[in-house]
């Protein structure tokens, strides 16, 4: 069947786009056309066309804002899900002055963090100037040193294969460092997260400080994946990389940021196999000279051109 066929028997009446650039729904700017993509705008249009695929074989692929990604240039076959228009949020209040935060898949961590802050509500604030959606930053469990999404996450719904829909505590999911046990076929649908009422001026000086700090040490304006490898237990990927040689070093368009070598860079005109080389050239020289092998902390996706 095609994608076209399941958004019919879906009766699917939103936004969808055929041969859609990837490279327009990327952080890095890279990636082939999808078949097709759509953007379901509530859980149970999602869940619908979740189950219809599947069932009918065709492969699906969903997407929040692009980041953390490199779409190959073959671009993805089958139907591409744009999270971008499940982005509610909602305040709900418990019981001994807990709160929690409602936020759909496709809600931007920025929006996030900025609807805590304007509300006075702590917790969230390590999110601060980190990329992407609610929804990815689950699916990796994206953090920093001061916290990860497992530790704020109170209920995660996610939409299974069949297209069921089910709430899962963080604990049923599994999450470990930059990844969680939600099936490669499944997807986060919404999430709830604990906060607590807090000054709001407070929250504020919080996220300004972390946000001063990423823009100290990440580079800015620049066509990325956010952090491209994972930390290699007791190391930093960025210092390896630097002790293998690899600050600055070039393939085609696409380069190991100068700034933070964890970043690898889209210079302007660089294809997903030009960044793909190198992000083996830097694999290959840190295993040779300091017999550490580095793991993709980007999610690599399509077919070769």
């Not at 890095?28 to 149970?44: C, H, K, Q, R, T």
């Not at 530790?151 to 990844?179: C, F, H, Q, W």
């Not at 964890?262 to 040779?288: E, S």
């Amino acid at each position: 069947m095609r994608p076209e066929s399941v958004l019919k028997d879906a009766g699917f009446s939103g936004e969808c786009r055929l041969s859609e650039p990837m490279s327009k729904h990327t952080s890095l700017g890279i990636g082939g056309p999808a078949e097709a993509m759509a953007f379901p705008e509530s859980v149970e249009e999602l869940a619908r066309l979740t189950g219809l695929a599947n069932k009918n074989g065709v492969p699906v692929f969903y997407i929040g804002n692009g980041t953390n990604l490199l779409v190959l240039d073959g671009g993805i076959p089958g139907l591409v899900i744009n999270m971008k228009k499940l982005d509610w949020l909602e305040l709900q209040h418990g019981g001994s002055g807990t709160s929690q935060v409602h936020a759909g898949a496709g809600v931007m961590l920025p929006k996030l963090v900025s609807y805590c802050t304007e509300n006075g509500l702590t917790g969230l604030e390590f999110l601060a100037g980190i990329p992407g959606t609610v929804g990815g930053a689950i699916a990796m469990n994206a953090g920093t040193k001061e916290a990860e999404m497992k530790d704020v996450l109170t209920s995660v719904t996610v939409i299974g294969k069949d297209g069921a829909i089910e709430k899962n505590k963080p604990s049923e999911l599994k999450m470990e460092y930059r990844r969680t046990g939600i099936p490669a076929d499944s997807v986060v649908a919404d999430s709830s997260f604990a906060v607590l009422p807090w000054p709001k001026e407070e929250v504020k000086e919080k996220v300004a400080k972390n946000l001063r700090m990423r823009k100290a040490s990440q580079p800015a304006g620049v066509r990325s994946a956010g952090s491209t490898f994972k930390n290699p237990p007791g190391y930093s990927a960025w210092k390896l990389i630097d002790m293998a040689g690899m600050r600055g070093k070039q393939v085609g368009q696409a380069q190991v940021s100068t700034m933070h070598t964890n970043f690898l860079i889209n210079l302007g005109g660089a294809n997903a196999r030009d960044f793909k080389a190198l992000m083996d050239t830097v694999i290959k020289a840190v295993q040779d000279k300091l017999n550490i092998t580095l793991e993709p902390e980007i999610k690599i996706v399509g077919i070769e051109a």
